[in-house]
């Protein structure tokens, strides 16, 4: 019994030394889930969700796209990728979850895109338009991160929408689109004090989405997967930054 349990012990340690590379976290909504772990675009919590088939484990965003060309250019970092995307998911919800999803992974860089739910629970009257909370609470999050691991990497998307499909559609778009807007702006102003690399996915697709917006975002909200190759690809430019 105690040989058995010496050899077990062994092993644990062997694959502790393997795993040498990063942990890089992705956190957010529907847009960075992409039905991972087989969740058939549900909104699952993580620990319901399926963590051992590979062909689902990434899902299909561009988390998947940035972890799948990163794995595969660079095998020998053992980096560990993890999508903690949930659909629906508000600021509040993922300040609900962090401690689960994000702290107690103790992730190497983590990669947050928020606010497009939370626009559009303010749109309902489901949440108030108070955007010095928001940004307080969003701070809060990263405030957390840099406790447990002050090097830890942070990058920051801003959420963005399109003129297209049922969102584009709607009578109340030139409101989301400054609501969402406001959102943007304070991502960008966050990354600045935290030191944290920005992504600009809303200047990004207000540039693409010039014409023919649907080529990129189908419903206004969710890119194509044209739009997520884009996304990833700005995404990868900025991650590979990060040893230089």
């Known amino acids: ?115 497009t739910n939370d626009v559009d629970a303010m749109l309902k009257g489901q949440l108030a338009k108070d955007f010095n909370l928001w940004e307080q609470d969003y701070r809060q999050l990263l405030d957390q991160l840099r406790q447990q691991n002050p090097q830890v990497e942070i990058i920051l998307g801003t959420p963005f929408v399109a003129k297209s499909g049922r969102i584009g559609a709607a009578d109340n778009y030139a409101e989301r689109k400054a609501l969402i807007a406001q959102c943007a702006d304070i991502v960008r102003r966050i990354a600045i004090d935290y030191n944290a690399r920005l992504l600009d996915y809303e200047q990004m697709f207000d540039s693409l989405t010039q014409n023919n917006p649907s080529y990129w975002i189908w419903d206004g909200i969710h890119p194509t997967p044209a739009g997520h190759q884009r996304m990833a690809d700005l995404w990868l430019k900025y991650y590979s930054q990060i040893d230089e």
């Open 1 to 115: 019994m105690k040989r058995i349990i010496v050899i077990g012990l062994l092993c644990i340690a062997i694959v502790s030394m393997m795993a040498t590379g990063r942990k890089v976290l992705f956190i957010g909504d529907s847009i960075t889930d992409g039905g991972w772990g087989r969740s058939g675009g549900s909104m699952a919590p993580s620990e319901k969700r399926n963590h051992t088939d590979w062909n689902h484990l990434y899902g299909h965003s561009y988390m998947m796209l940035c972890a799948a060309r990163w794995q595969s250019d660079h095998p020998d970092e053992e980096s560990q990728f993890f999508n903690r995307g949930i659909s629906g998911n508000t600021l509040a919800d993922l300040a609900a979850r962090w401690q689960k999803d994000a702290l107690s992974l103790k992730p190497d860089v983590v990669s947050l895109l928020v606010g």
